[in-house]
């Protein structure tokens, strides 16, 4: 199929949402969903136009990617490199992936009243509960991956006379990217979700500070906003590691696929 295909194949993917925007409109104006339940999507967007003037929109988007990206960033890359370590090493593995386990069964966000008494409540807790949040997806998807690579791979790589550094970076990391992008995936949207939750304690910037605030003011349609600035960056964040995933794996017979139909 052509690039044209493609690019529909795509663009379809938005007719949904669209649908429901137009449908939430209609029953906002024909009164079935009432303003203070939640105002229609004109409404919505006259807010935006009104923060986005008053520049405390892209402040609060600001901070909030920030605090987002660096948790991803602390998070992700202890999860990988742990991850990493236990596939490679079944000495590291025994002696750290049980206690890993355990601790991955305790909802994250459940920690909120402990991480205050232990960071208080400035960037410090934030940071902590995203890059806590992120760490697990990466860390099981990476470690998955490599215990997935098919070991006729790694015995023809050595036959050819490979050795560990050449094996690991063209034939183990290769065949556990397809993994590791999963998990990364999945971390985005445990990120986002995270942070919802977290810029609640006391901030004093960021998409939940602006929520907040609007809802003492009883803003709901600057809160409605807020909810859906988390969607689209989520959405945006997605679409960034789907491209990265489709560079990255080129040679894989199912993105080769992909990139032809």
């Not at 939640?38 to 892209?58: I, N």
């Not at 939940?208 to 709901?220: D, T, V």
Request: with cysteine; aromatic share 10%.
């Amino acid at each position: 199929m052509t690039a044209g295909s493609n690019r529909f194949g795509a663009a379809i993917g938005w007719l949904l949402p669209i649908l429901i925007l137009l449908m939430w409109e209609v029953m906002s104006r024909l009164g079935v969903i009432t303003e203070n339940v939640l105002p229609a999507p004109t409404e919505v967007f006259a807010a935006f136009l009104r923060v986005l003037k008053s520049g405390d929109l892209a402040r609060n988007i600001g901070v909030s990617s920030w605090r987002a990206l660096t948790g991803l960033a602390i998070g992700g890359s202890i999860g990988f490199a742990l991850g990493l370590a236990n596939g490679l090493s079944l000495l590291s593995r025994n002696i750290t992936d049980t206690t890993l386990q355990m601790v991955r069964n305790v909802p994250h966000l459940a920690l909120i009243p402990l991480v205050i008494l232990w960071f208080g409540i400035d960037e410090g807790a934030k940071l902590f509960l995203v890059a806590l949040g992120v760490f697990f997806p990466i860390y099981v998807n990476t470690l998955l991956g490599i215990q997935t690579v098919d070991p006729q791979l790694i015995e023809m790589g050595r036959t050819y006379g490979m050795d560990r550094r050449a094996l690991f970076l063209r034939v183990i990391l290769p065949g556990a990217l397809p993994s590791i992008f999963v998990g990364l995936r999945y971390a985005l949207g445990i990120m986002w979700l995270t942070l919802i939750v977290a810029e609640t304690i006391s901030a004093s910037a960021g998409l939940g500070y602006m929520a907040m605030q609007a809802r003492e003011f009883l803003m709901i349609d600057v809160v409605v906003l807020s909810i859906l600035i988390y969607a689209l960056l989520g959405k945006l964040a997605d679409s960034f590691v789907r491209l990265l995933e489709r560079l990255c794996l080129q040679w894989h017979p199912a993105f080769q696929k992909t990139a032809r139909s």
